[in-house]
């Protein structure tokens, strides 16, 4: 079953406006993980964030967790066209009886992102 | 970081036929994933490859129709046996590259269409 759910499911603003997509999770996890994908291609690896981290930049990326509602939000700063895609927040459940590194992604349903220039 | 690539990137197939796709990671990898991705949806794991050992199935997937080979730390391939057009999907590999981070990477994707 599926542990992430997005909101919203679709997006859409005009270029120069932040987007905020949020991600919640069921169970306890060691990280969360965003991704995005054009087209139905390959996902984009954006950013990592850690279960004992709160916030997390990269670029125009921001990042955001919170453990105790067990929920993380994806900002995008200054949007632009080429940004327009689907994201996806993935989990890897904390299973302590497996290392971290052989657990397998959990994936939201993503939400679509239209930036209209 | 790792990259990943797939072969093939996309094809359409008869009904009833058999597709191996492949992967192929630039660096030496201990875990490989295969997840599938049906039109409209979000991703799902078919099984963990893990080097010299039996792949391992999520519920729902089973070896006879989607069998994995993992016969080195750089490549895997995932076959989708006797297709019917249910398994028109994409298709990614991904890697966890452990120890250096936990990220895990996915490859470019294989588009599928059964006819």
């Known amino acids: 079953s599926q542990q992430g759910e997005e909101d919203p499911q679709a997006l859409s603003i005009q270029e120069g406006e932040n987007a905020t997509m949020n991600c919640s999770y069921k169970?306890?996890?060691?990280?969360l993980q965003w991704y995005r994908q054009n087209s139905g291609r390959g996902l984009v690896h954006l950013i990592l964030?850690?279960?004992?981290?709160r916030e997390k930049h990269s670029g125009r990326l921001r990042v955001t967790l919170d453990t105790s509602k067990k929920s993380s939000s994806l900002l995008i700063t200054a949007s632009r066209a080429a940004d327009t895609a689907s994201y996806f927040c993935?989990?890897?459940?904390?299973?302590?009886?497996?290392?971290?590194?052989?657990?397998?992604?959990?994936f939201g349903k993503g939400t679509r992102l239209s930036v209209i220039a | 970081s790792a990259v990943i690539s797939q072969k093939p990137s996309r094809d359409i197939c008869q009904r009833g036929t058999s597709l191996t796709i492949q992967c192929q990671v630039d660096s030496q990898v201990t875990m490989m994933f295969w997840y599938r991705q049906q039109p409209g949806q979000s991703l799902t794991l078919i099984a963990t490859a893990n080097q010299g050992s039996e792949a391992t199935y999520e519920s729902g997937f089973v070896i006879d129709k989607f069998p994995i080979s993992r016969p080195n730390l750089t490549f895997s391939t995932l076959t989708v046996s006797n297709m019917s057009p249910e398994d028109s999907s994409i298709y990614l590999c991904?890697?966890?590259?452990?120890?250096?981070?936990?990220?895990?990477?996915f490859g470019p994707g294989t588009r599928l269409t059964v006819t």
């Open positions: 964030i850690r279960s004992n981290e």
């Open positions: 169970t306890s996890i060691n990280n």
């Open positions: 993935a989990t890897d459940a904390a299973d302590p009886t497996a290392s971290w590194a052989n657990t397998p992604l959990v």
């Open positions: 991904s890697v966890a590259t452990a120890p250096s981070s936990y990220e895990q990477y």
